[in-house]
């Protein structure tokens, strides 16, 4: 069975910097694009970033020039550095990834359970 675990939420006050991860365990063929997504207090859940296997990245633009993505495909894992925190940054952070669990099935997207971040002034 396929799981995502996130780690590396906190409460941090603004300003202070926080670095989420998350691993995929499981058997699994391939291991496509990866990503954060957050969901706040009351608000619908949105993109953060992601990346794709070969590197290639995307950011809202709410946390460009703040928030880092990368990924290790030998470990199967995606990160996230958040630098200049900030009040508005808080939510639970999930991890996402598209998979394809063996030769023949198809891709489809797996959700880790979420981590919170909090970002007190």
């Known amino acids: 069975q396929v799981q995502l675990v996130e780690s590396g939420g906190g409460l941090v006050q603004a300003g202070d910097s926080l670095r989420l991860s998350c691993s995929v365990s499981g058997s699994i063929f391939n291991l496509y694009g990866m990503g954060w997504y957050r969901q706040g207090p009351g608000k619908q859940r949105e993109l953060v970033a992601t990346?794709?296997?070969?590197?290639?990245?995307n950011y809202a633009e709410s946390v460009k020039g703040r928030f880092t993505i990368s990924r290790d495909n030998a470990k199967n894992a995606v990160y996230m550095q958040m630098n200049s925190l900030k009040p508005e940054d808080t939510a639970v952070y999930y991890c996402k990834a598209n998979i394809q669990k063996s030769k023949f099935a198809t891709i489809s997207d797996y959700w880790g359970q979420g981590t919170q971040v909090t970002v007190s002034s």
């Open positions: 990346i794709t296997s070969s590197g290639g990245t």
